[in-house]
């Protein structure tokens, strides 16, 4: 009786360049959230006052962060 293996390694081709695509997402991700903290932390540092010249209410404040992510 022979043995025969059935047993084929996965192809790895194409995994460097889905692993460089992931790392890429991962990378523009990362900056985006970065971004959209630093907007809201700056802004949350503003008065009022200042918030009122520029047209912002605090409420509004977390939402035109993440607007201003999606604009850069």
């Given at each position: 009786?022979?043995?025969?293996?059935?047993y084929t390694a996965a192809p790895v081709a194409g995994l460097m360049p889905k692993l460089?695509?992931?790392?890429?997402a991962f990378r523009a991700y990362s900056a985006d959230q970065r971004a959209k903290r630093q907007t809201f932390r700056e802004l949350s540092?503003?008065?009022d006052r200042d918030l009122a010249d520029i047209g912002v209410a605090?409420?509004?404040?977390?939402?035109?962060a993440s607007q201003a992510v999606a604009l850069r």
């Open positions: 009786m022979s043995y025969t293996s059935t460089r695509q992931s790392l890429d540092a503003m008065n605090r409420g509004e404040i977390r939402h035109i």
